[in-house]
């Protein structure tokens, strides 16, 4: 099993930043890939970023690229998201994934993950 805790959620007015960070224990394998999706009311969840085991590839969903950065610290069992310029429509519960056997073509893929952190919370007033 492996725990995951997001943490760097809260409020935060229209074209400001926040950093989320994800802390994974148990049985945790610097070989998982690791990802942050969000998911607003009423909505799917959605994929925002996600990272390579090594930490040399990521990639991003649409809406994010060029605003949003993902890192991890494979020491520190850590993965980050850097978030600027945040938008009113971004107000969502951000959650952790890790999963191991992600590829190109699955990574977007939130059923593909195999844990989940419990998500927090990012609210952009405008």
């Known amino acids: 099993q492996v725990q995951l805790v997001e943490s760097g959620g809260g409020l935060v007015q229209a074209g400001g930043s926040l950093r989320l960070s994800c802390v994974a224990s148990g049985r945790t394998r610097s070989t998982y890939a690791m990802a942050w999706f969000r998911q607003a009311p009423g909505k799917e969840r959605e994929f925002v970023a996600c990272i390579s085991w090594s930490g040399g590839n990521s990639n991003y969903g649409d809406s994010v690229k060029g605003r949003f950065t993902i890192s991890r610290d494979n020491a520190k069992n850590t993965v980050y998201l850097q978030m600027n310029s945040l938008k009113p429509e971004e107000t969502a519960v951000y959650y952790c994934?890790?999963?191991?056997?992600?590829?190109?073509?699955?990574?977007?893929?939130?059923?593909?993950?195999?844990?989940w952190g419990q998500g927090t919370q990012v609210t952009v007033s405008s």
């Open positions: 994934a890790v999963g191991l056997g992600i590829t190109l073509g699955t990574m977007r893929m939130a059923e593909k993950y195999d844990y």
